[in-house]
Structures are given as C-alpha cells and as structure tokens.
C-alpha cells in the first residue's frame, strides 16, 4: 500500500469536532473527578453507608466508560489527515484517525464524472467523482487552482482509452465505462 506518486491535498483536519467533543470530554470527565472523589470506605457507620458507597462505587465505574470514549474521540479527531496517492492504476486514499489507517483503492479505469465542485468560499472547489453506485470526494475545499492541478495528475495516470472517450463525449458530466469485451456465448 506504500509507495506511488503521492498527490497533494489541503490538510483536512477535523478539529472543529474535536474541540466539540473535547468539550464534551472536560465535563464529563470533571463529573467523574467530584464523584470519584466522594468515595470514602474508610468513615462506614452502617449499612446505608456501605450501600450509598458501593452505589457511588460502580457509578464512577460506569462513567469511566464514557469519559474514556469521548478522550478517545477528541484524541482521533483532533489528529485526523488523509493523503492520496497513485499506486499500480489505483488512486489510493489514506484516512488517519490518529493511529487508526482506513485505506480506500478506487481503480483509475473505473473513475467517471471527475469534476470540481464549487465550494462554499470563493475561488474554493472540491474534487469530486462517480464511483460503483456512489459519489466520492478527494480531499477537502481547496483554491480552485490546487484543484485543476489535482485533477491534471489524475487524468495524467488514467488510462488513455478512458481519456480519449471522455473528450469525445458530449455530455462533460461522466465520462464513459471502459468497453468490456465481447461475451462468450453460454453453452
């Protein structure tokens, strides 16, 4: 999975998330501090005691469970990148969840409708295409030239055939499926 010509995307950082859930984080995990600070097995005076400490016990134990989620989740999403490459006819993305690697392969011969997209701010596009049944996104907003640039380097890789038929296409949408080869009959 290594190797190939790497192409360059905006750093598409998901720490708005991350501080979202970070706040999230510092609250319960001040909850669970003044709980877990409470518990005291040393002052019993009777049996309402033990049980309110054994309730207060297995609650903070409980609220661990939250509290080390949402320090996960703001760890993963505060670190989170994806790069892209072209590897062996394949365009490649790697998405990074802090040490987690989610690694995505689309076949350059089975690419359709790559375009830019507009994006929210001026002079921004993002890159688009058709693939299987679904439509995919590379990379985040980006000035528009980064964009034209990025799609260059993919059309650059993509199989001849497939870009002599898409510039013969009227239809600038899609650019066609490669031909498949004639069918054997069936006995």
């Known amino acids: 999975?290594?190797?190939?010509?790497?192409?360059?995307?905006?750093?598409?950082?998901?720490?708005?998330?991350?501080?979202?859930?970070?706040?999230?984080?510092?609250?319960?995990?001040?909850?669970?501090?003044v709980q877990a600070s409470r518990l005291n097995f040393s002052a019993d005076r009777g049996m309402s005691d033990l049980l309110f400490n054994l309730f207060n016990l297995f609650w903070v134990m409980g609220?661990?469970?939250?509290?080390?989620?949402?320090?996960?989740?703001t760890f993963l999403f505060l670190f989170y990148d994806e790069e892209a490459r072209i590897s062996a006819g394949c365009l490649v993305?790697?998405?990074?969840?802090?040490?987690?690697?989610?690694?995505?392969?689309?076949?350059?011969?089975d690419i359709r409708n790559l375009r830019l997209v507009n994006a929210r701010k001026e002079g921004e596009a993002t890159v688009r295409f058709d693939y299987a049944a679904g439509d995919r996104g590379l990379g985040d907003a980006m000035p528009?030239?980064?964009?034209?640039?990025?799609?260059?380097?993919?059309?650059?890789?993509?199989?001849?055939?497939?870009?002599?038929?898409?510039?013969?296409?009227?239809?600038?949408?899609?650019?066609?499926?490669?031909?498949?080869?004639?069918?054997?009959?069936t006995p």
């Not at 609220?63 to 989740?73: K, P, Q, R, S, Y």
């Open 144 to 185: 528009r030239e980064d964009a034209e640039r990025l799609i260059a380097s993919i059309r650059a890789a993509m199989p001849r055939t497939m870009l002599d038929a898409g510039a013969e296409a009227a239809d600038e949408d899609a650019l066609p499926a490669p031909p498949r080869g004639a069918e054997k009959p």
């Open 63 to 73: 609220w661990t469970v939250g509290v080390v989620i949402l320090g996960l989740l």
């Open 1 to 33: 999975a290594s190797g190939g010509t790497p192409l360059e995307l905006p750093r598409r950082r998901m720490w708005h998330a991350g501080l979202f859930i970070g706040a999230f984080f510092a609250v319960f995990a001040a909850i669970w501090w």
């Open 93 to 109: 993305t790697v998405s990074k969840l802090g040490p987690v690697k989610i690694f995505s392969e689309y076949l350059l011969r």
